[in-house]
């Protein structure tokens, strides 16, 4: 069965914004790449030292590209503070610096040469644990989920899809309503989503495989960032050496990769991602709770209850 023939048997719908989504693997896909998504599994070849980001969009997956470069290549960037090279998180966006697998690599060309990429390869990814190309799970390269809040997630989604211009050809109506489009995504109807079933997948990898899949909360990382570097190392393998400790390389990692820092560099000011999303609206407000301002007590206690129901038995918290 060809792509289109797959594509034509799957159910379809408008996400609030407008975008049409395809529900494939029981996740929906934002229809502009589905077929990205299909490419990457059939092609993406994960090889033992690669480093997969995973995260919903708007889940702290800017901070965490940023971080986990960092880490890797500190070596290069960050080993001697004065006469370091200079990273490129300050010259470019951190999206350009880890590419997306299925948002970037696979988008334009069904089988990219990756081979090239020296190693570490970091790569991301929204694909759910379940849908993740087969050589994720089946090599020893590593993954590291971040996730969030999900009425926090909500609304810096939505604040990012309304503030960009990007996908407006792909944009079938919408957006609708605040309190319709949280209907949609309290039912799962969201790009990616549902939110809880990608949430609790990566979580029970987590359970299952500990040193294979590092789970990692948006709100842990704004209370202790430092911690969360060094764990960050330690499961990529590079943990911080006394030396590196006292030289301040945390700090300095976690300065460089800092919200104020990284959303004031000029190319996030005023550069675009692919040349339709604007680097400056991966950079909003960066705070845990934001959702109070939009949303209602009624709409919060919803969401409480569904989170509960949801992840009842699971360990997890959000
Ligand atoms: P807000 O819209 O709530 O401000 P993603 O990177 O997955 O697209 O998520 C974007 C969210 O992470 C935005 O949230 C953005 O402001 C926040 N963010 C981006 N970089 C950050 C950083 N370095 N530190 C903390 N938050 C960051």
């Given at each position: ?9 799957l ?14 693997q029981?996740f ?17 070849k ?8 995973s995260s ?18 500190r070596?290069t ?10 990273s ?10 880890v ?24 790569f ?39 503030d ?21 995504f ?14 609790t ?8 495989n ?8 948006y ?39 800092s919200?104020?820092?990284l ?5 996030n ?39 509960n ?10």
């Amino acid at each position: 069965m060809d792509d289109d023939d797959q594509l034509e048997k799957l159910e379809q719908r408008t996400n609030w914004d407008g975008w049409r989504i395809v529900k494939y693997q029981g996740f929906w896909c934002p229809l502009p790449f589905f077929r990205a998504a299909l490419s990457a599994q059939k092609y993406f070849k994960a090889k033992d030292s690669d480093i997969i980001l995973s995260s919903l969009p708007k889940s702290g997956t800017t901070w965490l590209k940023a971080l986990a470069f960092s880490v890797a290549n500190r070596s290069t960037y960050m080993s001697n503070i004065d006469t370091t090279q200079i990273s490129p998180l300050l010259t470019s966006n951190p999206h350009k610096v880890v590419p997306h697998l299925e948002l970037n690599l696979y988008l334009n060309q069904e089988n990219p040469d990756l081979e090239q990429t020296s190693a570490p390869r970091i790569f991301s990814t929204h694909m759910p644990f379940h849908a993740l190309p087969n050589s994720i799970p089946k090599s020893g390269c590593k993954i590291i989920y971040i996730c969030r809040n999900p009425m926090d997630q909500f609304i810096s989604f939505r604040h990012f899809s309304l503030d960009n211009k990007f996908g407006e050809e792909d944009r079938h109506g919408g957006p609708v309503e605040l309190d319709e489009a949280f209907d949609m995504f309290c039912d799962g109807v969201h790009l990616y989503g549902p939110f809880y079933e990608h949430i609790t997948g990566y979580w029970d990898a987590h359970l299952k495989n500990p040193d294979k899949v590092l789970f990692l909360k948006y709100e842990d990382l704004k209370d202790d960032i430092g911690l969360h570097v060094r764990k960050i190392a330690e499961f990529m393998g590079c943990p911080f050496s006394q030396e590196e400790e006292e030289r301040g390389l945390v700090e300095e990692i976690c300065r460089v990769c800092s919200f104020d820092n990284l959303k004031n560099l000029e190319v996030n000011k005023s550069g675009s991602f692919n040349g339709r999303v604007k680097n400056s609206s991966f950079f909003r407000k960066g705070e845990v709770g934001d959702w109070a301002n939009h949303l209602t007590p009624a709409m919060a206690e919803r969401m409480d209850k569904l989170i509960n129901t949801k992840l009842e038995g699971s360990g997890l918290t959000l």
